[in-house]
């Protein structure tokens, strides 16, 4: 039973190690306003993290695989336990959610959050490596739903 015990918490502590600290906590569309569009990233690590060694990215439609034409290099820091915004267009984020968020890094057009809501986007790290991905790549998942917004 010790040994038990034992190998579930060396499997706990390693796969603790093998989760990223930032990841999408929201995609939205505010107000169905597409200019407002978002990504808000979490860090749920013990320590800051820093941005400029993460990229976020999408993946056209039901593209399978990424073609680089749309990813942003992202920037600032992630306090531990904090949040931070990437917008479309930062004045009408900030319009549309006045008082009650901020943009932190503007993406704009043409970037991973310039989406019909059928795209799908990923957040990778200085290697490469995806750290969290929304979608399916080389799924177009709102062929069924006729919904083209982010919800």
Request: glycine fraction near 10%.
């Amino acid at each position: 039973m010790l040994h038990t015990i034992q190998a579930f918490i060396i499997t706990l502590t390693i796969t603790a190690f093998t989760f990223a600290d930032v990841f999408m906590t929201e995609l939205a569309d505010p107000n169905n306003v597409a200019g407002a569009r978002f990504i808000e990233l979490y860090n749920n690590g013990s320590s800051d993290v820093d941005l400029s060694s993460y990229k976020i990215r999408r993946y056209t439609n039901g593209n399978a695989a990424f073609t680089g034409s749309s990813e942003k290099s992202l920037e600032g820091t992630i306090a531990a336990g904090g949040f931070r915004i990437l917008c479309k267009s930062s004045s009408t984020f900030d319009d549309t959610l006045s008082g009650v968020a901020t943009c932190d890094q503007q993406i704009s057009s043409g970037g991973a959050l310039d989406s019909n809501g059928d795209d799908k986007i990923e957040i990778v790290d200085s290697n490469g490596d995806i750290v969290d991905i929304y979608g399916i790549p080389g799924e177009d998942v709102n062929n069924d739903t006729g919904n083209s917004n982010f919800e």
